[in-house]
Protein backbone atom coordinates (compact mmCIF):
# COMPACT_ATOMS: atom_id res chain seq x y z
CA UNK A 1 0.00 0.00 0.00
CA UNK A 2 1.06 3.97 -0.44
CA UNK A 3 3.25 5.21 1.97
CA UNK A 4 2.82 8.55 0.21
CA UNK A 5 2.29 10.95 3.41
CA UNK A 6 1.39 8.26 5.87
CA UNK A 7 2.03 8.93 9.43
CA UNK A 8 3.23 6.04 10.67
CA UNK A 9 2.22 4.56 14.10
CA UNK A 10 3.66 6.06 17.20
CA UNK A 11 5.40 9.04 15.27
CA UNK A 12 4.77 12.58 16.86
CA UNK A 13 3.05 14.95 14.75
CA UNK A 14 4.31 18.67 14.50
CA UNK A 15 2.46 20.08 11.84
CA UNK A 16 4.35 23.76 11.37
CA UNK A 17 7.44 21.12 10.10
CA UNK A 18 5.12 19.34 7.43
CA UNK A 19 5.23 21.19 3.92
CA UNK A 20 1.52 22.59 2.98
CA UNK A 21 2.86 23.59 -0.54
CA UNK A 22 2.43 20.61 -2.53
CA UNK A 23 4.42 22.94 -5.58
CA UNK A 24 7.62 22.46 -3.41
CA UNK A 25 6.96 18.41 -3.89
CA UNK A 26 6.00 18.10 -7.31
CA UNK A 27 7.58 20.51 -9.88
CA UNK A 28 5.28 19.16 -12.97
CA UNK A 29 1.84 20.24 -12.52
CA UNK A 30 0.64 18.84 -16.15
CA UNK A 31 2.02 15.65 -15.48
CA UNK A 32 0.48 15.47 -11.97
CA UNK A 33 -3.17 16.29 -13.68
CA UNK A 34 -2.69 13.79 -16.30
CA UNK A 35 -2.21 11.19 -13.92
CA UNK A 36 -4.95 12.15 -11.39
CA UNK A 37 -7.27 11.75 -14.23
CA UNK A 38 -5.54 8.66 -14.53
CA UNK A 39 -6.17 7.40 -11.04
CA UNK A 40 -9.77 8.95 -11.05
CA UNK A 41 -10.71 6.69 -14.05
CA UNK A 42 -9.19 3.39 -12.42
CA UNK A 43 -10.70 4.59 -8.74
CA UNK A 44 -14.33 4.15 -10.97
CA UNK A 45 -13.52 1.00 -12.55
CA UNK A 46 -12.49 -0.63 -9.14
CA UNK A 47 -15.46 0.65 -7.51
CA UNK A 48 -17.81 -1.31 -9.86
CA UNK A 49 -15.73 -5.00 -8.94
CA UNK A 50 -16.13 -3.40 -5.44
CA UNK A 51 -19.61 -3.10 -5.91
CA UNK A 52 -20.42 -6.14 -7.93
CA UNK A 53 -18.16 -8.27 -5.48
CA UNK A 54 -20.19 -7.15 -2.47
CA UNK A 55 -17.69 -8.23 0.10
CA UNK A 56 -15.25 -5.73 1.05
CA UNK A 57 -15.80 -1.74 2.20
CA UNK A 58 -13.70 1.30 1.81
CA UNK A 59 -14.21 4.08 4.66
CA UNK A 60 -12.88 7.75 3.59
CA UNK A 61 -12.57 10.29 6.06
CA UNK A 62 -11.69 14.03 5.09
CA UNK A 63 -11.03 16.23 7.74
CA UNK A 64 -9.37 19.68 7.74
CA UNK A 65 -9.48 23.31 9.25
CA UNK A 66 -12.23 25.22 7.41
CA UNK A 67 -11.63 25.74 3.58
CA UNK A 68 -8.79 23.08 3.82
CA UNK A 69 -11.20 21.82 0.52
CA UNK A 70 -12.86 18.39 1.99
CA UNK A 71 -15.89 19.68 -0.44
CA UNK A 72 -13.87 20.09 -3.17
CA UNK A 73 -11.86 16.77 -2.89
CA UNK A 74 -14.70 15.15 -2.76
CA UNK A 75 -15.81 15.80 -5.88
CA UNK A 76 -12.84 16.05 -7.72
CA UNK A 77 -12.10 12.29 -6.61
CA UNK A 78 -15.18 10.32 -6.95
CA UNK A 79 -16.23 12.55 -10.12
CA UNK A 80 -17.32 9.45 -12.76
CA UNK A 81 -17.39 6.70 -10.02
CA UNK A 82 -20.85 5.40 -10.18
CA UNK A 83 -23.44 7.50 -7.52
CA UNK A 84 -25.02 4.01 -6.39
CA UNK A 85 -21.38 2.71 -4.59
CA UNK A 86 -20.47 5.50 -3.32
CA UNK A 87 -22.15 7.72 -0.06
CA UNK A 88 -21.03 11.01 1.71
CA UNK A 89 -21.77 11.76 4.91
CA UNK A 90 -21.39 14.98 6.32
CA UNK A 91 -21.34 15.29 10.25
CA UNK A 92 -22.79 18.58 11.46
CA UNK A 93 -23.30 19.49 14.74
CA UNK A 94 -24.98 16.34 16.35
CA UNK A 95 -28.82 16.58 17.19
CA UNK A 96 -30.36 16.31 20.47
CA UNK A 97 -31.11 12.53 19.70
CA UNK A 98 -27.63 11.84 18.37
CA UNK A 99 -26.18 13.52 21.96
CA UNK A 100 -28.58 11.12 23.83
CA UNK A 101 -26.24 8.12 22.56
CA UNK A 102 -22.82 7.76 22.79
CA UNK A 103 -20.58 9.51 20.15
CA UNK A 104 -19.64 6.50 17.92
CA UNK A 105 -23.41 5.72 17.31
CA UNK A 106 -24.18 8.06 14.47
CA UNK A 107 -21.15 7.18 13.10
CA UNK A 108 -21.26 3.38 13.35
CA UNK A 109 -24.55 4.17 11.97
CA UNK A 110 -22.66 5.50 8.77
CA UNK A 111 -20.30 3.26 8.16
CA UNK A 112 -20.18 1.39 4.84
CA UNK A 113 -22.00 -2.16 4.35
CA UNK A 114 -20.08 -5.18 1.54
CA UNK A 115 -19.57 -3.25 -1.60
CA UNK A 116 -19.61 0.46 -0.67
CA UNK A 117 -17.37 3.46 -0.44
CA UNK A 118 -18.51 5.78 2.30
CA UNK A 119 -16.70 9.21 2.36
CA UNK A 120 -16.90 10.67 5.89
CA UNK A 121 -16.81 14.77 5.82
CA UNK A 122 -15.83 15.53 9.02
CA UNK A 123 -16.58 12.17 11.48
CA UNK A 124 -15.58 10.95 14.93
CA UNK A 125 -12.66 13.12 15.18
CA UNK A 126 -14.86 16.32 15.83
CA UNK A 127 -15.37 14.54 19.22
CA UNK A 128 -11.85 15.54 19.98
CA UNK A 129 -11.27 18.69 18.18
CA UNK A 130 -14.16 20.94 18.20
CA UNK A 131 -15.62 19.54 21.37
CA UNK A 132 -12.21 20.17 23.22
CA UNK A 133 -11.52 23.42 21.68
CA UNK A 134 -14.63 24.84 22.03
CA UNK A 135 -14.68 23.30 25.76
CA UNK A 136 -17.88 21.36 24.90
CA UNK A 137 -17.37 18.86 27.41
CA UNK A 138 -14.53 18.62 29.95
CA UNK A 139 -10.95 16.61 29.27
CA UNK A 140 -12.14 13.47 31.28
CA UNK A 141 -14.37 13.30 28.98
CA UNK A 142 -13.01 13.70 25.52
CA UNK A 143 -9.26 12.39 26.45
CA UNK A 144 -10.31 8.66 26.44
CA UNK A 145 -11.96 9.03 23.05
CA UNK A 146 -8.65 8.83 21.04
CA UNK A 147 -8.23 4.85 22.77
CA UNK A 148 -12.20 4.54 22.06
CA UNK A 149 -11.66 6.02 18.51
CA UNK A 150 -8.56 3.05 17.99
CA UNK A 151 -10.41 0.44 19.09
CA UNK A 152 -13.76 1.09 16.79
CA UNK A 153 -11.43 1.53 13.28
CA UNK A 154 -9.92 -1.74 14.75
CA UNK A 155 -13.09 -3.74 15.63
CA UNK A 156 -14.01 -1.86 11.62
CA UNK A 157 -10.89 -3.14 10.58
CA UNK A 158 -11.37 -6.86 12.18
CA UNK A 159 -14.91 -7.00 10.17
CA UNK A 160 -13.56 -6.39 6.98
CA UNK A 161 -13.21 -2.31 6.31
CA UNK A 162 -10.03 -0.54 4.85
CA UNK A 163 -10.05 3.15 6.45
CA UNK A 164 -8.40 5.80 5.41
CA UNK A 165 -7.74 9.28 7.39
CA UNK A 166 -7.01 12.39 5.08
CA UNK A 167 -5.87 15.48 6.87
CA UNK A 168 -6.25 18.11 4.37
CA UNK A 169 -3.33 20.75 5.21
CA UNK A 170 -3.06 24.36 4.31
CA UNK A 171 -1.79 27.27 5.87
CA UNK A 172 -3.18 29.98 7.72
CA UNK A 173 -2.39 32.08 4.92
CA UNK A 174 -4.23 30.02 2.10
CA UNK A 175 -7.29 29.56 4.87
CA UNK A 176 -6.65 33.68 4.50
CA UNK A 177 -7.36 33.78 0.27
CA UNK A 178 -9.96 31.21 0.60
CA UNK A 179 -12.08 32.95 2.88
CA UNK A 180 -11.55 36.20 0.80
CA UNK A 181 -12.94 34.77 -2.17
CA UNK A 182 -15.82 33.70 -0.32
CA UNK A 183 -16.45 36.94 0.76
CA UNK A 184 -15.50 38.64 -2.34
CA UNK A 185 -17.37 36.15 -5.13
CA UNK A 186 -21.24 36.37 -4.98
CA UNK A 187 -21.17 32.52 -5.77
CA UNK A 188 -18.87 31.69 -2.49
CA UNK A 189 -21.03 33.86 -0.25
CA UNK A 190 -23.07 30.65 0.82
CA UNK A 191 -19.72 28.94 2.01
CA UNK A 192 -18.73 31.80 4.27
CA UNK A 193 -20.17 32.08 7.94
CA UNK A 194 -18.51 34.67 10.22
CA UNK A 195 -18.55 31.68 12.24
CA UNK A 196 -15.27 30.72 10.40
CA UNK A 197 -13.49 33.97 11.49
CA UNK A 198 -14.63 33.03 15.64
CA UNK A 199 -12.76 29.47 14.65
CA UNK A 200 -9.48 30.91 12.94
CA UNK A 201 -8.91 32.86 15.70
CA UNK A 202 -8.51 29.77 17.35
CA UNK A 203 -5.86 28.17 15.20
CA UNK A 204 -3.53 27.12 17.53
CA UNK A 205 -5.88 25.50 19.81
CA UNK A 206 -6.86 23.64 16.69
CA UNK A 207 -3.39 22.73 15.49
CA UNK A 208 -2.53 21.60 18.27
CA UNK A 209 -5.76 19.06 18.47
CA UNK A 210 -5.05 18.12 14.86
CA UNK A 211 -1.25 17.13 16.01
CA UNK A 212 -2.72 14.89 18.90
CA UNK A 213 -5.15 13.32 16.54
CA UNK A 214 -2.45 12.82 13.91
CA UNK A 215 -0.16 11.21 16.46
CA UNK A 216 -2.26 9.11 19.00
CA UNK A 217 -4.43 7.61 16.19
CA UNK A 218 -2.60 6.70 13.03
CA UNK A 219 -2.40 2.96 13.29
CA UNK A 220 -1.64 -0.30 10.66
CA UNK A 221 -5.37 -0.80 10.18
CA UNK A 222 -6.37 3.09 9.73
CA UNK A 223 -3.55 4.89 8.89
CA UNK A 224 -4.00 8.98 8.66
CA UNK A 225 -2.25 11.06 5.68
CA UNK A 226 -1.33 14.70 6.04
CA UNK A 227 -1.70 15.46 2.36
CA UNK A 228 -0.10 18.74 1.38
CA UNK A 229 -3.56 21.25 0.15
CA UNK A 230 -2.67 24.51 -0.68
CA UNK A 231 -2.76 23.54 -4.15
CA UNK A 232 -5.87 21.75 -5.10
CA UNK A 233 -4.21 19.76 -7.94
CA UNK A 234 -1.14 18.37 -5.30
CA UNK A 235 -3.84 17.33 -3.07
CA UNK A 236 -6.07 15.86 -5.82
CA UNK A 237 -2.91 14.04 -7.37
CA UNK A 238 -1.83 12.25 -3.67
CA UNK A 239 -5.36 11.41 -2.82
CA UNK A 240 -6.11 9.57 -5.70
CA UNK A 241 -2.95 7.89 -5.62
CA UNK A 242 -3.63 6.65 -2.59
CA UNK A 243 -7.38 5.85 -3.07
CA UNK A 244 -6.51 3.98 -6.05
CA UNK A 245 -3.70 1.73 -4.54
CA UNK A 246 -5.67 0.95 -2.05
CA UNK A 247 -8.49 -0.39 -4.15
CA UNK A 248 -5.82 -2.28 -6.57
CA UNK A 249 -4.70 -3.91 -2.76
CA UNK A 250 -8.29 -4.62 -1.74
CA UNK A 251 -8.78 -6.46 -5.54
CA UNK A 252 -11.95 -6.90 -5.87
CA UNK A 253 -12.83 -9.29 -7.99
CA UNK A 254 -16.23 -9.91 -10.42
CA UNK A 255 -18.13 -12.66 -8.46
CA UNK A 256 -18.67 -16.03 -10.41
CA UNK A 257 -21.18 -16.36 -12.89
CA UNK A 258 -24.26 -18.54 -12.65
CA UNK A 259 -23.69 -22.23 -13.99
CA UNK A 260 -24.70 -22.59 -17.38
CA UNK A 261 -24.77 -19.47 -18.63
CA UNK A 262 -23.29 -20.30 -21.56
CA UNK A 263 -26.43 -22.43 -22.98
CA UNK A 264 -28.83 -19.69 -22.00
CA UNK A 265 -30.68 -19.01 -24.83
CA UNK A 266 -33.14 -15.86 -25.32
CA UNK A 267 -35.88 -15.75 -27.60
P1 LIG B 1 -17.86 21.99 5.90
O1 LIG B 1 -17.10 23.17 6.33
O2 LIG B 1 -17.45 20.75 6.61
O3 LIG B 1 -17.90 21.81 4.41
P2 LIG B 1 -19.98 23.43 6.77
O4 LIG B 1 -19.01 24.19 7.60
O5 LIG B 1 -20.59 24.10 5.62
O6 LIG B 1 -19.32 22.12 6.31
P3 LIG B 1 -21.44 23.49 8.99
O7 LIG B 1 -22.81 23.03 9.35
O8 LIG B 1 -21.10 24.92 9.04
O9 LIG B 1 -21.11 22.89 7.64
O10 LIG B 1 -20.32 22.73 9.84
C1 LIG B 1 -20.57 21.70 10.58
C2 LIG B 1 -20.20 22.10 12.00
O11 LIG B 1 -20.56 21.04 12.86
C3 LIG B 1 -18.71 22.35 12.14
O12 LIG B 1 -18.48 23.55 12.79
C4 LIG B 1 -18.26 21.18 13.01
O13 LIG B 1 -17.18 21.50 13.84
C5 LIG B 1 -19.54 20.90 13.79
N1 LIG B 1 -19.54 19.55 14.33
C6 LIG B 1 -19.38 18.39 13.67
N2 LIG B 1 -19.37 17.35 14.51
C7 LIG B 1 -19.53 17.85 15.75
C8 LIG B 1 -19.59 17.29 17.05
N3 LIG B 1 -19.49 15.98 17.24
N4 LIG B 1 -19.76 18.12 18.09
C9 LIG B 1 -19.86 19.44 17.90
N5 LIG B 1 -19.81 20.04 16.71
C10 LIG B 1 -19.64 19.27 15.65
MG1 LIG C 1 -17.58 25.35 7.01
Known amino acids: MSTLHRVDPGTHVHLKEIEADGKKLHDDRDAAEEEFKKYR ?81 RSQYEDVLVVRVEELLPKKVWEPRFEQINQFEKFLADTGTRILKFYLHITKDEQKERFQERIDIPEKNWKFSKQDIVKRGDWDEYRHAYEDVLSKCSTKHAPWFVIPSNQNWYRNWAISKIICKTLEDMDPQFPEPESGLDKVVID
Open 41 to 121: KKIADLQVRLYAEDQQKLLVVFQAMDAGGKDGTTRAVFEGVNPQGVRVVSFKQPSHRELAHDFLWRIHWAVPPKGMIHVFN
